[in-house]
């Protein structure tokens, strides 16, 4: 695995992502390390790979089991303030794209888990840092499921897969990872063009259309998922016809609420 430095940096032809790169065999958690050389002025597009993450961790304050065969990179971002609210719909387009392109069907539920016929084979999380209470840099973490068998560990098994398991081969996590990179380079370079972005990003949604039920600290909503709005957010029609709009929240699909 270290070589996958060597092979990104042979192959890497990107603007920004992945111009400054570390590997580690065993981390704590590929978004701490990123963080501490974001806080230490690294570059922008500067990304973090580990073989191995022992404590990482997801969205809502969840852990992200990392075993050896996944892809765990984190990579720091110095976005516009007026961009910030399409790291979510770029960071799991460049994922989407990328499972795609290996000749796999998967979908996005709102706003990024990456779902494989309803099981999640990729977790996002983004983190920012403050600095005279304006963002300084983002650090978007980015875990897939390459090549372990998701049914050998138990804590995942009833609603994980991975590429591995789709596609019944293994696949080289540095070609996954130059796709992936490759992706989100251009999509953050077309931040200036946010209708396109979260156009797409709708489209690609398990989400959309279905009734849902979205938690959100002690409070539940359920309602239909029509769209998501400009910011990124989702809008909910719940049973008295008005519209809720949903900045952040735990979401569960659960019916087709389509007529």
Same mark, same amino acid.
């Given at each position: ?204 949604? *398990?989400?959309? &259309? ?7 600290? $002690? =409070?539940?909503? @359920?309602?239909? #998922?029509?769209? /998501? *709005?400009?910011? &990124? ?7 008295? $016809? =008005?519209?809720? @709009?949903?900045? #952040?929240?735990? /979401? ?8």
């Amino acid at each position: 695995m270290p070589d996958i430095v060597d092979y990104l940096k042979t192959n890497l032809t990107t603007s920004c992502i992945g111009k400054e790169l570390y590997y580690l065999a065993i981390t704590s958690s590929t978004q701490d390390v990123a963080r501490e050389k974001a806080d230490h002025g690294a570059p922008e597009g500067t990304a973090v790979i580990a073989g191995i993450q022992q404590s990482g961790r997801g969205r809502l304050g969840r852990s992200w089991l990392s075993p050896e065969g996944g892809l765990a990179t984190s990579i720091v971002l110095r976005p516009a303030m007026s961009t910030v609210h399409l790291l979510p719909a770029i960071t799991a387009l460049a994922v989407f794209r990328t499972i795609k392109s290996l000749g796999v069907e998967a979908t996005i539920k709102w706003p990024n888990d990456i779902l494989i016929g309803g099981r999640k084979v990729c977790g996002i999380l983004i983190e920012h840092g403050l600095a005279d209470n304006a963002i300084c840099y983002s650090v978007i973490g980015i875990g897939i499921n390459i090549n372990f068998d998701t049914a050998l560990y138990p804590e995942i098994s009833g609603f994980a897969t991975s590429l591995s398991v789709q596609l019944g081969h293994e696949l080289p996590v540095g070609q996954v990872a130059l796709r992936l990179y490759t992706e989100l380079d251009g999509l953050y370079l077309k931040t200036a063009k946010p209708d396109t972005i979260l156009s797409e990003w709708a489209a690609n949604m *398990n989400t959309i &259309g279905q009734r849902v039920k979205v938690q959100s600290g $002690n =409070s539940i909503i @359920e309602g239909i #998922a029509e769209s /998501v *709005n400009r910011s &990124g957010h989702l809008l909910l029609r719940i049973d008295d $016809n =008005s519209v809720q @709009e949903i900045v #952040a929240g735990d /979401v569960s699909i659960i019916s087709d609420g389509r007529k």
